[in-house]
């Protein structure tokens, strides 16, 4: 929490300086009864003893006031705010060993259901676009906010050979550059990678698409699927085929995700994919934002003075 005004916050003082004056002048009450009186005959002048609760009221009327104080310095707190527009680019990894069944039924297959899981929890104002990689990265569809548009699109997705990492970001990241929010601005994107290896082929290298996403200010978040154990079956001449070993390879991706001030999951299993993207998709509707928070405290302060004058009132009233 950081103040407008923190020089504001001295007036602070004036409270203990109130505590310390309320505890001498009831030990001097205290005193003066002892002086003109008999403590021993107020149990037959005075029914109960007010107690604690004498001292409720005035310590409610404190907090009220230190609240007050706090609110006069304007307070400053950093809160989450829903986002009104955005862009999603949604890039998947279409290569050969995504056809890998070691991620149940099958690597693509379960980065597609992810994704559209995903779809059901981003706000519906976000556009959300797909782009497939193989050889070369392709755009499966813009930006859009059509859900059944980007759910076909998803479907779509088919295997190819090559890994074009660092082209399909840059494509994500010329699609996102393309959109307009109401007023006119660019609005906040995201780009959203899985995938289950390095870099392949391509012309943009994952470093260079790195360093456009983190001028542009678009995080990417990497998601590597897969096991050590994922095989795929190439076809060789005379309708023989071969069994080839593709373990993940994660270090490419983890450092994208960094570079970008993105975030970086190492994924086994559909359901873990699934799960991280549709928490990702309900956390990418809101940014924080340090906004004034002096309306809570004036509303507290408010609510306290309140409530303990009514106490004071109900317990302490006279008679006339």
């Known amino acids: 929490m950081s103040f407008h005004w923190p020089l504001a916050l001295l007036a602070l003082l004036l409270v203990p300086l109130l505590v310390a004056g309320y505890v001498y002048r009831e030990r001097r009450r205290v005193e003066a009864a002892r002086r003109f009186g008999n403590p021993d005959l107020l149990p037959n002048l005075v029914a109960e003893s007010p107690g604690w609760r004498r001292h409720v009221p005035l310590a409610l009327l404190l907090l009220g006031l230190t609240a007050m104080l706090v609110g006069i310095a304007r307070p400053h ?36 259901a992810a994704a559209q899981a995903f779809l059901d929890k981003v706000p519906d104002k976000y556009r959300v676009g797909v782009v497939g990689f193989t050889g070369r990265a392709y755009v499966a569809v813009p930006p859009t906010h059509d859900r059944d548009l980007a759910r076909q699109a998803l479907h779509s997705l088919r295997s190819g050979e090559g890994t074009a990492l660092g082209d399909a970001v840059a494509l994500g990241l010329r699609l996102s550059a393309q959109q307009r929010a109401a007023d006119g601005s660019r609005p906040p994107t995201s780009i959203l990678v899985i995938s289950d290896g390095a870099q392949m082929s391509g012309r943009t290298t994952p470093q260079q698409a790195a360093q456009r996403a983190r001028a542009q200010h678009v995080p990417v978040y990497t998601f590597v699927l897969g096991t050590p154990d ?74 306290l003075l309140l409530f303990g004058g009514a106490l004071s009132a109900l317990w302490f009233r006279r008679m006339p």
């Open 230 to 303: 994922g095989i795929v079956e190439v076809p060789l001449a005379d309708g023989f085929t071969a069994q080839l070993r593709v373990p993940p390879q994660p270090q490419v991706l983890q450092q994208m995700a960094q570079a970008t001030g993105g975030q970086f999951f190492a994924v086994r299993d559909d359901a873990r994919l699934r799960q991280i993207y549709t928490n990702l998709g309900s956390r990418l509707g809101s940014h924080h934002q340090s906004r004034e928070i002096s309306d809570y405290f004036a509303g507290g302060s408010g609510a």
């Open 77 to 112: 707190a950093t809160v989450k705010v829903k986002e009104q527009e955005a862009t999603v680019i949604l890039a998947i990894d279409t290569s050969l060993s995504m056809k890998a069944d070691d991620v149940r039924p099958t690597r693509l297959a379960a980065a597609r």
